[in-house]
């Protein structure tokens, strides 16, 4: 890994649902793990946003795409993956790299063509990068697919990372 573990591959300041998939897709990118909460809902809503239904409409007609949450219920995570038809992870127990390694094997890709994409350094970014995958920072988003204006979780990461040597993430 050329740089930091807590700095993403790419950190775009947008939210998953205004993420041009073009970048990805030219870095032979094949699939994709989508964290949940606060990357694909805002808060602890259950029904996705217009926004994040188009833009996953159209990233599954050149990815394959993959829910992978934290969250330990497996009833709410897989209501999440049925509107989109989805598989799905819950539990996933994110920066450790057990579950990764499983979904990797079920996807049949190697990490290089694997992108996880999330809001969070020290869970998301820090599992993938703890693999070779592509990592994807994006900005939590609010009903409407728009950034969050109150990411201060997000804030105090970057701020974390940069005192441990990171950069600007």
């Known amino acids: 890994m050329s740089h930091h573990w807590l700095q993403p591959d790419w950190d775009p300041g947008l939210t998953l649902a205004q ?42 007609q050149h990815l394959t795409l993959h829910l992978f949450s934290n969250n330990p219920s497996r009833q709410r995570i897989g209501a999440v993956a049925a509107q989109l038809e989805l598989g799905f992870t819950s539990g996933a127990a994110k920066p450790r790299r057990a579950a990764l390694r499983r979904v990797l094997q079920d996807l049949q890709v190697s990490p290089e063509q694997l992108a996880i994409v999330g809001d969070r350094l020290f869970t998301d970014v820090l599992a993938g990068n703890r693999l070779g995958l592509f990592t994807v920072l994006v900005r939590p988003l609010r009903a409407d697919g728009t950034p969050c ?19 600007r993430p």
Do not use: K, N
């Open 149 to 167: 204006r109150h990411d201060r979780v997000q804030r105090v990461e970057r701020q974390l990372a940069r005192w441990m040597g990171a950069g």
């Open 19 to 60: 993420l041009p998939l073009q970048p990805l897709l030219s870095q032979g990118i094949t699939a994709m793990l989508m964290d949940v909460d606060r990357t694909l809902l805002p808060g602890h809503e259950v029904v996705l946003p217009p926004a994040v239904i188009s833009w996953v409409d159209q990233a599954r």
